[in-house]
């Protein structure tokens, strides 16, 4: 007798298995993130969530969903005239899944349900974090999800009352909007403009552009290493683990995350020290720099026109877009430890080292050609997106890059070129977006073969002249 529950639960068995079979675990993730994709375009595109007489086109609906997924904030055209508060909210969902990813959704679902983590979900949750290893995946998501989520809504409420008390004619409703969005935008990379203004109702306090920079910091340094700091609070408080340590890694991503943001900080302050920032106070000078400099990490918040930045600031912050954030973090770019190998290799290379060290530590030399590989790559395409941009646009150069450095990075900050982008322009920064949030080398990885044949033989060497 034919029984359907049978027969769907031996259709889902075979197509696990085939899957798990013939795809790796970075193919099956980047199918998940394409379908993804194609629903947050289905969502965006019901009428349901567009304002009245609003309609924009399927392909600009599209580009919306990648850079929502992507968390990265460009858009071809003006956000609050499209969309209604239904499709706010709907935005603000897609942050979440995008800045936190998938498989840290879903599983955090799982263990609401309390239903059981399989191993092969594991892998995917590893390889969707960019973990090392399978242990302590589980306890990492829900740590990660529990603090982001509290601070959200702590600096909401905080950014709610600021609202209210900055602008004098706003309503509660519209400080809570406003209060909440500049939090979940923050802490999550959005850097989409729902309200026209950006972070500039905050440019002349003080407190909150002090909020924005720490939710900022907080999403692009790094999950494990918020874990990771966590753990270390906790030990100096309760002395429980007397064998503390930080990873290499949290100290790789800490280190260079706080050595970008005071480069960033004291070369925007000394460009725009007698230019954008003249008429500010010293103190507000320092403050400004500070928050571009983490702003253009991963938020893409802007307190002013970045249109009046020199052209030097905006090459600048061009760089800060491209380096990105840590890896397992909100943000995209080549990430702040591929940046940081890459320098401790040459450096060592100029001392005639053989090994690549920091913090008593040697660094493993698949890392380091991992990292050589990315950076290369990734100065490569984007070279090649400014090279067509700058045939296909007419637009400034400066502009472009901006705007590849920009997508990439997954950032948002932009000079406004992105709704006059043609066609082709528009399917080039839809590619860099994606290919940010996926991250190079998982992009790369798409094309290997689940197994690879090794020869079992070695070819033998030959010097060649270098330089």
């Not at 629903?39 to 349901?48: E, G, K, N, W």
């Not at 850079?67 to 209604?84: A, D, H, K, R």
């Not at 907080?218 to 494990?224: A, H, L, Q, R, V």
């Not at 920009?406 to 994606?434: D, H, R, V």
Request: hydrophobic share 50%; proline share 2%.
């Amino acid at each position: 007798m034919f029984s359907f529950g049978r027969f769907y639960y031996q259709l889902k068995r075979r197509g696990h298995l085939y899957i798990n079979t013939h795809f790796s675990s970075v193919q099956i993730i980047f199918t998940y993130y394409i379908l993804i994709t194609l629903l947050a375009f289905l969502l965006l595109s019901l009428p349901f969530f567009h304002k009245e007489q609003a309609s924009p086109s399927w392909y600009d609906t599209l580009f919306m969903a990648v850079s929502t997924v992507s968390v990265t904030g460009l858009s071809t055209f003006n956000i609050n005239e499209v969309y209604n508060e239904r499709g706010i909210v709907l935005l603000e969902i897609m942050f979440q899944i995008g800045s936190l990813g998938i498989m840290m959704i879903s599983t955090f679902l799982f263990i609401l349900a309390k239903k059981k983590i399989s191993l092969r979900t594991r892998q995917l949750i590893m390889t969707d974090m960019n973990q090392p290893k399978l242990s302590g995946s589980i306890r990492l998501i829900k740590s990660t999800i529990y603090t982001l989520f509290m601070l959200q809504m702590s600096f909401g409420i905080i950014f709610s009352f600021r609202f209210y008390y900055i602008e004098a004619h706003a309503t509660v409703n519209e400080a809570i909007f406003n209060g909440f969005y500049q939090s979940i935008s923050a802490i999550t990379n959005s850097g989409f403009d729902v309200t026209g203004y950006s972070a500039a109702p905050y440019a002349n306090d003080s407190f909150s552009i002090l909020s924005l920079i720490l939710l900022i910091t907080i999403g692009g340094i790094g999950f494990p290493v918020l874990m990771e700091i966590r753990e270390w609070i906790t030990f100096k408080r309760t002395k429980e683990n007397h064998h503390f340590r930080f990873s290499l890694f949290s100290k790789l991503a800490m280190s260079t995350y706080i050595i970008l943001f005071i480069f960033g900080a004291l070369m925007i302050f000394f460009i725009e020290e007698h230019h954008l920032f003249q008429n500010m106070s010293s103190a507000k000078q320092w403050l400004n720099a500070m928050f571009y400099s983490s702003s253009a990490r991963n938020a893409g918040l802007q307190l002013h026109d970045i249109h009046l930045f020199q052209e030097s600031t905006l090459l600048l912050l061009a760089l800060l877009m491209f380096i990105g954030c840590s890896p397992s973090s909100v943000g995209g770019g080549i990430r702040t430890t591929t940046v940081a190998i890459v320098v401790l290799y040459v450096v060592s290379l100029i001392k005639g080292e053989k090994n690549v060290s920091i913090f008593s530590r040697r660094i493993d030399a698949e890392d380091i050609r991992k990292a050589v590989v990315v950076t290369i790559l990734s100065l490569s395409m984007c070279f090649v997106a400014v090279l067509i941009l700058s045939i296909t646009e007419e637009q400034s150069l400066i502009s472009i890059i901006m705007e590849v450095s920009s997508a990439f990075g997954t950032t948002g900050l932009s000079l406004g070129i992105t709704p006059s982008l043609s066609t082709i322009g528009k399917i080039i920064i839809a590619l860099l977006m994606f290919i940010g949030r996926i991250g190079m080398l998982y992009t790369l990885m798409i094309f290997v073969p689940k197994e690879r044949q090794d020869h079992g033989y070695l070819y033998p060497t030959e010097k060649i002249i270098i330089g």
